[in-house]
Each structure stands twice: as structure tokens, then as C-alpha cells.
């Protein structure tokens, strides 16, 4: 039986109480974890001048009125990820930055317009060592509410299980009997036509108007992402350069970056980087994926030049964002973000909870 009273209706609220608790006892276990490893909190500003310069994301547009009177377009962040770097650039180095993050058109079980991003830096550190750190907090999630298992729409996995690693394309040879490599050059350019054959081989439909970012996107999402994180959580490691923007080239493979993402219950997790300090191809890649964004939304966002200045700067260093919401609905077991959020952002319709 559903009821299409709101989140803050007494019934309802009830029976969302018990995760939002276990939301705030993460929460809290998360910072002391910090803490422990001499890591400092640091609370990003949510308006910028560039929301982040991904094909794909979407930002909220806002304007700031001068005391002039003259307009200024800002936006809310995307991801605390610009202001966390130029912390790097000014000495910081170890951060992180636990806090709410905006993104427009993604709203859904696992989307919200809204939500909560888990941020951290390590300055002079690997990114294999960010995979250690998925390992500890997916354990301290489970140990805060008592979980035994993470579980999402009958999948299930096991919090304490050591983390399977697999690399993209292990993971299409695998999932979906695709080399992708032979469709990227050393140079890290593409063959669309070559992956677009492998894909008709493998049973995936393609389009003539399909670029090789939207092939590599259809056998993820149909293919390889439902496969991922059965039982243990996987780290999906080594994206094509063409994937990873913001992170630097493998020194054993140049096709490839030093990007993974973290997968749980067939639900991605965290996205982390070797990151990128070369800020000369970091404004190639930011104009190549404008240039694509333009393509297929018809628009594109500013670069933030005090971003590619302070990149300049920066140490070597390892980052990832992981969605703390997803995280506490994988260990408390809820269906859909907006029952692990205490104030959801009214529904466009309103989404309707079980009672």
C-alpha cells in the first residue's frame, strides 16, 4: 500500500526515521575515521564560476548582483572537486570535504538534485591507496547500522569481503566479449568504427550517429555495470584516457588513466583519480568535453581559469568522491535515495513512500 503524503507527514517520517539515524551515525563514523588519519575537514563553497567541465553533468545556473548592480553568472557545484584542488595547490594535503552537491537533471532512485558528496585528498599518494580507503569506510558503514550484508533491488554483497579488482577491459572481455583496447590508439585517440563493429558482434545495437563515448557508455551501462560488485564490492580500474578527464595516464599503458570506480550491489559508488596536474592537457580535455557537450545539449560552461592556474601548482595526488547517500542506502537497506535524505527536494511529481 502507498500513500502520497509528504516526506514530512508523522507516518512517514517515522518510518524514514530509523535510516536518517543510521545516516548520522555513518556520518559521524566517517569523520572520526578522518580524523584518526590526521585528515582536515573543509567546507567548499557551493556557488563557482564553473559547476565542472564533464560532457554529461548538468549544473544549476544562478546570477550574483554586484554591489554595482552588475550581473554575474555562477553556478552551484557539480562537486567540490575545483575548490578541494586549489586547497592542495595552497599546502594543504590530506582533505576532505563531506557536504551537499547540486546536479540538474538527474532525479531517480539513485538521483537526486541535491545530495551528500564524500570528498577526500591524499597529496604524494597513489590512488591504489584510495582503494584501501573504500575497503575501510564500506566496513565502518556496515559496523555503524549493523549490517551484515549491503543489499539493492535483490542484489546482495558483503561489506567485509576483500574488494574484487578489475580493470574496463578485463571487464568488457568478460561481461561482454569486447576488446576494447583495439578500438584505442597509444596516443589515446579512437576508432568508432571499430568499436562500433565489436558492439554489433557482442549483440548491442548501435546508431549511426553514435560517437565512440556513446558506445563505450551503452556497454556499461547494459553489459558491465549490472555485473559489477555481486557478492563483494568491485574496483573497475584503468579508463580509457577518453573517460577520465580530470585523471593522468597510466605510466604502463597510455591508453588508459589512472581513474576506478567503485561498485556495490551493481550501484556505483565512488569515482577516484590519479589526478591530473598538467594543466596545459587539462584544458585540452575541459575543451574537448564542452565541445561535446555543445554537440549533443547545446550548451557549455565557462573554464575556471583560477582552477587551471592553481593546477599548475598542485602536488601530485589522489582524489575520489563517493555518494554518501548511496552508501547509506546500501547499508540500511532503503529502496531510493530520498528515503536516506532528511528533507528531499519536493518531487516534480512527488514521489510516493511506502507506508
Given at each position: 500500500?502507498?500513500?502520497?503524503?509528504?516526506?514530512?507527514?508523522?507516518?512517514?517520517?517515522?518510518?524514514?526515521?530509523?535510516?536518517?539515524?543510521?545516516?548520522?551515525?555513518?556520518?559521524?563514523?566517517?569523520?572520526?575515521?578522518?580524523?584518526?588519519?590526521?585528515?582536515?575537514?573543509?567546507?567548499?563553497s557551493a556557488l563557482?564560476?564553473?559547476?565542472?567541465?564533464?560532457?554529461?553533468?548538468?549544473?544549476?545556473?544562478?546570477?550574483?548582483?554586484?554591489?554595482?548592480?552588475?550581473?554575474?553568472?555562477?553556478?552551484?557545484?557539480?562537486?567540490?572537486?575545483?575548490?578541494?584542488?586549489?586547497?592542495?595547490?595552497?599546502?594543504?594535503?590530506?582533505?576532505?570535504?563531506?557536504?551537499?552537491?547540486?546536479?540538474?537533471?538527474?532525479?531517480?532512485?539513485?538521483?537526486?538534485?541535491?545530495?551528500?558528496?564524500?570528498?577526500?585528498?591524499?597529496?604524494?599518494?597513489?590512488?591504489?591507496?584510495l582503494m584501501q580507503?573504500?575497503?575501510?569506510?564500506?566496513?565502518?558503514?556496515?559496523?555503524?547500522?549493523?549490517?551484515?550484508?549491503?543489499?539493492?533491488?535483490?542484489?546482495?554483497?558483503?561489506?567485509?569481503?576483500?574488494?574484487?579488482?578489475?580493470?574496463?577491459?578485463?571487464?568488457?572481455?568478460?561481461?561482454?566479449?569486447?576488446?576494447?583496447?583495439?578500438?584505442?590508439?597509444?596516443?589515446?585517440?579512437?576508432?568508432?568504427?571499430?568499436?562500433?563493429?565489436?558492439?554489433?558482434?557482442?549483440?548491442?545495437?548501435?546508431?549511426p550517429d553514435d560517437?565512440?563515448?556513446?558506445?563505450?557508455?551503452?556497454?556499461?551501462?547494459?553489459?558491465?555495470?549490472?555485473?559489477?560488485?555481486?557478492?563483494?564490492?568491485?574496483?573497475?580500474?584503468?579508463?580509457?584516457?577518453?573517460?577520465?578527464?580530470?585523471?593522468?595516464?597510466?605510466?604502463?599503458?597510455?591508453?588508459?588513466?589512472?581513474?576506478?570506480?567503485?561498485?556495490?550491489?551493481?550501484?556505483?559508488?565512488?569515482?577516484?583519480?590519479?589526478?591530473?596536474?598538467?594543466?596545459?592537457?587539462?584544458?585540452?580535455?575541459?575543451?574537448?568535453?564542452?565541445?561535446?557537450?555543445?554537440?549533443?545539449?547545446?550548451?557549455?560552461?565557462?573554464?575556471?581559469?583560477?582552477?587551471?592556474?592553481?593546477?599548475?601548482?598542485?602536488?601530485?595526488?589522489?582524489?575520489?568522491?563517493?555518494?554518501?547517500?548511496?552508501?547509506?542506502?546500501?547499508?540500511?537497506?532503503?529502496?531510493?535515495?530520498?528515503?536516506?535524505?532528511?528533507?528531499?527536494?519536493?518531487?516534480?511529481?512527488?514521489?510516493?513512500?511506502?507506508?
Open positions: 500500500m502507498t500513500s502520497a503524503s509528504p516526506w514530512w507527514a508523522p507516518h512517514v517520517h517515522a518510518d524514514r526515521r530509523p535510516r536518517l539515524l543510521a545516516r548520522n551515525r555513518i556520518a559521524a563514523a566517517l569523520r572520526g575515521w578522518f580524523a584518526e588519519r590526521d585528515f582536515v575537514e573543509v567546507e567548499a563557482q564560476v564553473s559547476p565542472g567541465n564533464e560532457t554529461h553533468l548538468s549544473a544549476f545556473a544562478t546570477t550574483a548582483i554586484g554591489p554595482d548592480g552588475a550581473a554575474h553568472p555562477l553556478y552551484l557545484h557539480t562537486s567540490p572537486e575545483f575548490a578541494c584542488k586549489k586547497l592542495l595547490a595552497a599546502g594543504e594535503t590530506r582533505l576532505f570535504s563531506l557536504g551537499p552537491v547540486y546536479r540538474n537533471r538527474e532525479r531517480g532512485a539513485l538521483h537526486h538534485p541535491e545530495f551528500t558528496m564524500l570528498e577526500w585528498y591524499r597529496a604524494g599518494e597513489t590512488y591504489d591507496a580507503d573504500c575497503a575501510d569506510l564500506m566496513r565502518l558503514a556496515a559496523e555503524s547500522t549493523g549490517a551484515t550484508t549491503f543489499a539493492w533491488r535483490g542484489v546482495e554483497a558483503d561489506p567485509f569481503a576483500p574488494l574484487e579488482r578489475l580493470t574496463v577491459a578485463e571487464a568488457f572481455r568478460l561481461h561482454a566479449g569486447i576488446d576494447l583496447l583495439a578500438s584505442v590508439a597509444p596516443d589515446a585517440s579512437t576508432d568508432r568504427a571499430a568499436l562500433a563493429a565489436a558492439l554489433r558482434t557482442a549483440g548491442i545495437r548501435t546508431a560517437s565512440w563515448a556513446d558506445l563505450f557508455s551503452r556497454v556499461m551501462v547494459e553489459r558491465v555495470e549490472p555485473a559489477l560488485g555481486r557478492g563483494r564490492a568491485t574496483i573497475l580500474c584503468e579508463y580509457p584516457i577518453p573517460e577520465a578527464a580530470l585523471a593522468r595516464p597510466s605510466p604502463a599503458d597510455p591508453r588508459v588513466a589512472e581513474r576506478f570506480e567503485l561498485y556495490c550491489c551493481g550501484v556505483e559508488l565512488a569515482n577516484a583519480f590519479g589526478e591530473l596536474t598538467d594543466a596545459a592537457e587539462q584544458r585540452r580535455r575541459f575543451a574537448a568535453e564542452m565541445d561535446e557537450k555543445e554537440r549533443i545539449y547545446g550548451e557549455r560552461y565557462p573554464l575556471d581559469e583560477d582552477f587551471l592556474s592553481a593546477l599548475a601548482q598542485m602536488p601530485e595526488a589522489s582524489g575520489i568522491a563517493l555518494g554518501f547517500d548511496r552508501l547509506v542506502m546500501l547499508a540500511s537497506g532503503a529502496r531510493r535515495i530520498d528515503e536516506v535524505i532528511w528533507t528531499p527536494v519536493a518531487e516534480y511529481p512527488r514521489v510516493e513512500f511506502s507506508r
